[in-house]
Nanobody
């Protein structure tokens, strides 16, 4: 049974950067696609980015392209989300996900973390 734990969230001013980490435990996900989602207050959870096990296939939501970068370290069983040029509209709880069972445009994942809050002040 795999578990995911996000870290790295916090409060940052607009234009700033944060790096989120998602550490997996209980099993390896090195062959599985992993991803990041976010949910703003009162809104549905939205896809942010995904990365295949080999890191060859990467997808981004249009809203974060050019600002966010997803990477992974399979030796550490960890996936990262580098977020630059942050905007107030990026404020949300960010969730890590693993083992994609359905691909874009509506990706679905089997495993989920508890989430980490990112708040961007204007």
């Amino acid at each position: 049974q795999g578990q995911l734990a996000e870290s790295g969230g916090g409060l940052v001013q607009a234009g700033g950067s944060l790096r989120l980490s998602c550490a997996a435990s209980g099993r390896t996900f090195r062959r599985d696609t992993m991803g990041w989602f976010r949910q703003a207050p009162g809104k549905e959870r939205d896809f942010v980015a995904s990365i295949s096990g080999s890191a060859v296939t990467i997808y981004y939501a249009d809203s974060v392209k050019g600002r966010f970068t997803i990477t992974r370290d399979n030796a550490k069983n960890t996936v990262y989300l580098q977020m630059n040029s942050l905007k107030p509209e990026d404020t949300a709880v960010y969730y890590c996900a693993a083992q994609m069972t359905a691909g874009p445009p509506s990706p679905k994942f089997e495993y989920w973390g508890q989430g980490t809050q990112v708040t961007v002040s204007s």
